[in-house]
T-cell receptor, first 112, second 116 residues
Framework: NAGVTQTPKFQVLKTGQSMTLQCAQD?????MYWYRQDPGMGLRLIYY???????DKGEVPNGYNVSRLNKREFSLRLESAAPSQTSVYFC???????????FGSGTRLTVV | AQSVTQLDSQVPVFEEAPVELRCNYS??????LFWYVQYPNQGLQLLLK??????LVESINGFEAEFNKSQTSFHLRKPSVHISDTAEYFC??????????????FGQGTTLQVKP
C-alpha cells in the first residue's frame, strides 16, 4: 500500500547506545519530517527536509541527526541515547502544503 | 511565530451526545488549519482542513470545524458521537508559502473519550 513506512515499530535502548530510525515514502513527495510525540506536548518537530539534498533543524533537534538518503528515504539517528529521548517518533511526508501530511505509524522508543 | 492551543486535554462525553473540541491559534499572517485524528496505537490521519473560502469545513465521518478569523479559532464539532470516535485529536497550523517549507505546528492534543 502507498504511504509512509517506519521501522522499527518498537525499540528499547540502553543509555548511551545509538540507533537509526528509518522512514521511506513511495508517493514521490518532496518534503519529509521527523516529529516526536510526548504526553501533553503534542508533536514537536525534530528535523525536516524540504527537498532532496536539504535538511534543517526543527524545534527540538538536540541529540539527533538526520540523513535524506534520496527522495524516498529520510532517517533519524540517535548517537548516544538518553532517557529524555523516550518517546514516540513519527515520520511524515508532504507534497503540497494544502494536502496536509501523510504520517507513518510511528516508532515507540524506550531508553533505559 | 505561530502557535496552537487546544483548550481541553480530555473531553469525556456519552455516546450520541454532541461534542466540541476547542482550538485557538496565534499568527500574524494567513494560515492553513488542520485537524488530525490519532486512534490508539496508530499514526495520525487528516480529518479536515481549512485553506480559504467557506469558513465551515466538513469531514466524511460527520465532523465539522469552523474557522473564525476574529477569534483566531478553529473548533471541531460533531452533533452525535460514536464509541468509535474515541481517539486523540490534534489541531495544527502552517503558513503557506515557500519560506515556511511546509512545517506544521501542533497543539497539545485533546483526548475524546466516548462512553456508552
Amino acid at each position: 500500500n502507498a504511504g509512509v513506512t517506519q521501522t522499527p515499530k518498537f525499540q528499547v535502548l540502553k543509555t548511551g547506545q545509538s540507533m537509526t530510525l528509518q522512514c521511506a515514502q513511495d508517493m514521490n513527495h518532496n518534503s519529509m519530517y521527523w516529529y516526536r510525540q510526548d504526553p501533553g506536548m503534542g508533536l514537536r518537530l525534530i528535523y525536516y527536509s524540504a527537498s532532496e539534498g536539504t535538511t534543517d533543524k526543527g524545534e527540538v533537534p538536540n541529540g539527533y541527526n538526520v540523513s535524506r538518503l534520496n527522495k524516498r528515504e529520510f532517517s533519524l539517528r540517535l548517537e548516544s541515547a538518553a532517557p529524555s529521548q523516550t518517546s514516540v517518533y513519527f515520520c511524515a511526508s508532504l507534497q503540497r502544503e494544502y494536502n496536509g501530511y501523510t504520517f507513518g505509524s510511528g516508532t515507540r522508543l524506550t531508553v533505559v | 511565530a505561530q502557535s496552537v492551543t487546544q483548550l481541553d486535554s480530555q473531553v469525556p462525553v456519552f455516546e450520541e451526545a454532541p461534542v466540541e473540541l476547542r482550538c485557538n491559534y496565534s499568527s500574524s499572517v494567513s494560515v492553513y488549519l488542520f485537524w488530525y485524528v490519532q486512534y490508539p496505537n496508530q499514526g495520525l490521519q487528516l480529518l479536515l482542513k481549512y485553506l480559504s473560502g467557506s469558513t465551515l469545513v466538513e469531514s466524511i465521518n460527520g465532523f465539522e470545524a469552523e474557522f473564525n478569523k476574529s477569534q483566531t479559532s478553529f473548533h471541531l464539532r460533531k452533533p452525535s458521537v460514536h464509541i468509535s470516535d474515541t481517539a486523540e485529536y490534534f489541531c495544527a497550523v502552517t503558513v503557506p508559502g515557500s519560506s515556511n517549507t511546509g512545517k506544521l505546528i501542533f497543539g497539545q492534543g485533546t483526548t475524546l473519550q466516548v462512553k456508552p
